[in-house]
């Protein structure tokens, strides 16, 4: 499959040079990984740097025996106090008592269940869970279900790739982003991944050779 989705994508000039530059794509999927404890960690990360809530992710699963990611039960049943001391705010920790609550009713699917569910059906289910929105469930899609043809216009980075792979003076409206992005179907979580290679391009700055 990944090399039909790089011939198709490789339509687009533009896209054919961004692919030889980088190279094989190495969009990894998180297999073992639930959706609601995807939700959970993305929750963690939400307005924060990756290793800052990295380390309130450990300190969070060292509140259970083993330090084991906990169930939705376990999560239920943790103080508020306790979570606090983890680093998570208020807002944080409503949603994830939302998550877990939303777990325990079937809301949050497992992956076996999440299998006989589309992409649209999954948006629809998740994002009226607090604190999960769109581009929240775009994510799990992609990195933990490994669903192909999911392409989040509202992401910052994917537009800016677009804005750079074609050297244009402003990013695409998400609305027009979509459009455009149709004829990458049925491969357009491949093109998310390239696009976002293509916008860290741009924030690689050359060292100057000095000349002294």
């Given at each position: 499959?990944?090399?039909?989705?790089?011939?198709?994508?490789?339509?687009?000039?533009?896209?054919?040079?961004?692919?030889?530059?980088?190279?094989?794509?190495?969009?990894?999927?998180?297999?073992?990984?639930?959706?609601?404890?995807?939700?959970?960690r993305?929750?963690?990360h939400?307005?924060?740097?990756g290793?800052?809530?990295?380390?309130?992710?450990?300190?969070?699963?060292?509140?259970?025996?083993?330090?084991?990611?906990?169930?939705?039960?376990?999560?239920?049943?943790?103080?508020?106090?306790?979570?606090?001391?983890?680093?998570?705010?208020?807002?944080?920790?409503a949603?994830?008592?939302?998550?877990?609550?939303r777990?325990?009713d079937?809301?949050?699917?497992t992956?076996?269940?999440?299998?006989?569910?589309?992409?649209?059906?999954?948006?629809?289910?998740?994002t009226?869970?607090?604190?999960?929105g769109?581009w929240?469930?775009e994510?799990?899609?992609?990195?933990?279900?490994g669903?192909?043809d999911?392409?989040?216009?509202?992401?910052?980075?994917?537009?800016e790739?677009?804005r750079?792979?074609?050297?244009?003076?402003v990013?695409?409206?998400?609305?027009v982003l979509?459009?455009?992005?149709?004829?990458?179907?049925?491969?357009?979580?491949?093109?998310?991944?390239?696009?976002?290679?293509?916008?860290?391009?741009t924030?690689?700055?050359?060292?100057?050779?000095?000349?002294?």
């Open positions: 499959m990944t090399e039909a989705a790089l011939r198709h994508l490789s339509a687009d000039p533009a896209f054919a040079a961004l692919i030889g530059r980088v190279g094989p794509p190495r969009l990894v999927v998180e297999q073992n990984r639930s959706p609601y404890e995807a939700l959970v993305a929750i963690a939400q307005q924060l740097h290793r800052a809530a990295e380390a309130i992710l450990g300190r969070f699963a060292a509140l259970y025996p083993g330090g084991v990611f906990p169930t939705a039960e376990q999560l239920l049943s943790t103080s508020e106090a306790d979570l606090r001391s983890c680093g998570f705010s208020g807002s944080k920790i949603a994830l008592r939302d998550i877990g609550a777990s325990l079937g809301t949050v699917p992956r076996r269940e999440s299998a006989r569910l589309t992409d649209d059906e999954l948006i629809a289910n998740l009226a869970i607090r604190g999960v769109r929240t469930v994510m799990l899609l992609i990195f933990t279900l669903r192909p999911v392409l989040p216009v509202d992401d910052f980075g994917v537009r790739g677009y750079v792979l074609h050297d244009l003076p990013q695409p409206k998400p609305r979509a459009e455009i992005g149709l004829a990458w179907s049925p491969f357009r979580s491949l093109a998310a991944w390239y696009l976002w290679r293509a916008s860290e391009e924030k690689r700055v050359k060292t100057p050779i000095s000349r002294a």
